[in-house]
């Protein structure tokens, strides 16, 4: 199994910047890539960024140039940077493990971000 806890979500102004982490425990070595989505309640949840274990990344269109996903692999943790923050990005910020076997991904619980206009 693997437990995700994100943590770094709260309230921002418009333009402004935050940092989103994931710290991952137990059977690490399964996770394959660490995602990140998010999700607007009543609409559904959506994939932000995505970081495989070679490092490579992918983004939505919506965030490229803005977000950035990075690891720390000692401290088994993912980062998502957001700048330049809309208010459009508001939503609880999910972080969900790709693993090998099943149940072959695992979700964090969230973390809510406010972005004020």
């Known amino acids: 199994q693997v437990q995700l806890v994100e943590s770094g979500g709260g309230l921002v102004q418009a333009g402004g910047s935050l940092r989103l982490s994931c710290a991952a425990s137990g059977s690490i070595f399964s996770i394959n890539a660490m995602n990140w989505y998010r999700q607007v309640i009543g609409k559904h949840r959506e994939l932000v960024a995505t970081i495989t274990s070679g490092g490579g990344t992918k983004y939505a269109d919506f965030v490229k140039g803005r977000f950035t996903i990075s690891r720390d692999n000692a401290e088994n943790t993912v980062y998502l940077q957001m700048n330049s923050l809309k208010p459009e990005d508001e939503a609880v910020y999910f972080c969900?493990?790709?693993?090998?076997?099943?149940?072959?991904?695992?979700w964090g619980p969230g973390t809510q971000v406010i972005v004020s206009s």
């Open positions: 969900k493990a790709d693993v090998s076997a099943w149940p072959y991904e695992y």
